[in-house]
């Protein structure tokens, strides 16, 4: 079977054409090593790799083998996960909420399997909020208060349009990782990565309630009063999305 390949733009083509890499064939056989040890399941598996492009530009190139999800459209079969990812991206970007850079998306059916290739653009300057909190324990309390409020602003865009992540940990958001002498955050610097479970839910109400517990349940390094701080900014977002 030919494989499907979907570019979001020319640039993207381009870029990966440079370096000679604007095929399935070409980006399935790139040898670059595994940036995260592949994830095997259910006769399937499913890895991360990076690769540095001859511009100095780094993209990750995400591979993946039998690895389904079932969705209302195709309940047997299932679709290759990477193909709900690449489209959640572009949702996100439609609704100018911050997310990775796709590239380059394709899959095909080889040998009774579904392959399927990713390709994003490396999120390089910017690290998980996780890592954010462990890296600046002293950082001062105007700068927490100021990406703090901007994550909950980023949060209340997503739930404002009936959003659900599914899977909003810390290590799923993605911030700056310095703003050099100055402690301004700001929505758009926030970034929303792993949207395989991202779906469009019923209400703005049960979206936010389950990503928001999601969020405070499994992110450390926040003060109760960092907390209500983070809760006041979301309503504060939320009422401004409804105008």
Known sequence: MNAVELFPDQASRRLLAADHLASFAALWSLDSGWYEAPNERRGGWSGVSRHV???????FLKR???HLCRTWRHPLRGIPTFYREYRNILRLNRHRIGTLEAL????????????AIL????????SS???????HVDSTPAQRRAL?????QACARLHHHRLQHSCLYGKHVFVPRTTGMSSVYQEEDIRFIDLEKLHRGISRERVGAHDLDQLMRHTGGWSADERKVFEAAYRQGRDALKR
């Open 104 to 115: 380059y998306y394709g899959h095909r059916r080889e040998a009774g399997h579904w392959q």
């Open 148 to 152: 703090i409020t901007a994550i909950a």
């Open 64 to 66: 993946q083998d039998n």
């Open 129 to 135: 909020l996780d890592e954010w909190n462990s890296a």
């Open 119 to 126: 390709v994003t653009r490396a999120l390089d300057g910017f």
């Open 53 to 59: 492009m001859s511009d100095g530009s780094a993209i």
